[in-house]
C-alpha cells in the first residue's frame, strides 16, 4: 500500500421509484389534513353554524323530489292517495331561490319570513348608469344629492325605485338564500344579539379574473367539493333593522319602492349590496335591496276578503298582490301534457310557478279543480299537536313570463310554458288573453280581537277540506 486514502463514494441517488413513494406517504398525510382543516378563510356560512341551524329540506326531504323523466307514472301512484299538502315553500328575497320546510306558521302576510326583501332597480326618464351615478356621487343614500330625489325612491327628478324579477333578470333564480335560526345549544355560553337573531345568507356565483380567480376556483374545490364553485355572500337580518346603520357606517333609508302598481315605502339596505351583484346579474341601473317594513304593509283588497268579512285588513309584503299562492300538481300534470317540449324543457318543473303551498288530489279530483273552491281548511293528522287552518280562495293566478325561467340554471325558455298557457288556460272571464294557473289566498283566523291572535300553522301531510266552492272572476289591479 502506498499510504494514499480512496475517495469516499457520493450517496447514491434515490431512484424514481422511492421518489414515487416518498410523494404518495406526503400526500396521504396531508390529505386528511386539507380536507379537515381546508386551507380557506372561513365563510358566513360557516360562522353562522357556529351559533344557528339552517332552516329548510334537503333535496332527499323534497315532497316533490319524484318528480323525474322516466318516473311519472310512479309518482302519480305514489302521490295520488288523497288531497293533501305535499310541499311549502317560503322566498325571503323575492325571485331567489326558494327553501322549501316542513312547517310554517302562517302570518296576515302569508308563510312566516316569506318575501321579506326585493331587489329594485332605479329607474329613470333619462339613462342612469353605476358609472354615472358614482362619478356624480350618488351611490351612497347618505348622500345629500338623494335627499333631491325625494321619497320615493327617488321622488323628484323622476328616478324611482321599481322591483325586479325574473322577468327581466333570469339570473336571479341561481341567486341562493338560505335561512339560519338561533341554536341555544351552539350558542350556549355566548348569548349576545348577534347570535339570538336570525339571519338570511344570500350567495351568487363569481369568479374574479385572473390570479384570484384561480384561488378562488381552488378555494371552492377544496372546502366544498369538487363540484363547487366560487361564491360571493352577505348576510341580512331577518327582523326589521332597528337601527339605520348598515355594518359598514353607512346609512339605511327609507324610500318609496314600486310593486306592479303599487307604491310602498320600504326601507332600502343597499349597502350591504356587493357591486359583482348587479354586474352577475346583469342590472345597468343602480340596484337597491329593499326589506318591507312592517308599519307599512301593503293593504289587499279586489277579489280579497273586505276588513269585515276577515275580521282583520288583509295585507301582503312583496308578495306580487295577494300574501299567499296555491299550486295542485294534478293540474300541472295536466297542463303538461299540453306543451310542446324540446331539449331545453323536457318537463315541467313546479317550482317554476313559485307556490307557497302545494298539493295534490286524489284519483276522484279533477284537474283545476282548485279554480272553483271559495274556502278551505288544512286539516292535521292525529299525530300532529297543530290546529286546523283556514284560508279564504281569492282568485286564480293569473301568470306572467316568469315560469318560462328554468329555477336550477337561470336560462329563459323562448316561449314555453308561456305559449301553453296563453293558448289552453285563458280560463278567467277577467283575465282576457292571459294563462291562469294555481290560486291566490288570503289567511283567515278564527280570532281576531289582538295581533297575537292572527297566526295559524300549515305543515306537509295536513289534508285538504273544501269548506265553500264558487265562481271566480278576477279584478284587474
Known sequence: MDGSTAPRSAPAAIDASSAFMLLITIFAFFLPLVLYFPPVPPSSRDALLETHTQVGLGPSESGLRRRRPGRREEEESHLKDNNKIRSLW??????CKGIEVRQSKVLPTGLEFDRLYTFAQLKSPFPVGVQEEEAAGTTNPSNDENDDRGGGGGGGGGHTWQFITQRQFPRLATVRVDLFMPDIIKARGQPTKVTSAPFLLVSFPWRERGVRGVLGWVAAKVARGWRAQPEMEFVLPVAFPSSTSSCGG??????DVTIWRD???ALNLEPELPR????????SNRLGLFRVDPARLRKVARCAPTKAEAGYQPVAGFQDAYPLHLLNLTSVRDFEDKIDKDEALRELDPRR???NIIVDGDD???PYDEETWKKVRFTPGSSSKREASTFHVSCRTVRCKLPNVDQDSGVRHAVEPDRALRKYREVDEGAKHKGCLGMQMTPLFSKTDSPEDLESWVEVGMSVEVLERGNHVYILQ
Open 276 to 283: 359583482e351583484l348587479g354586474l352577475y346579474l346583469g342590472v
Open 250 to 255: 353607512s346609512s339605511y333609508k327609507l324610500e
Open 263 to 265: 307604491t310602498v315605502t
Open 353 to 355: 310557478f313559485r307556490a
Open 90 to 95: 317560503i322566498y325571503p328575497l323575492k325571485s
Open 364 to 366: 276522484d279530483t279533477p
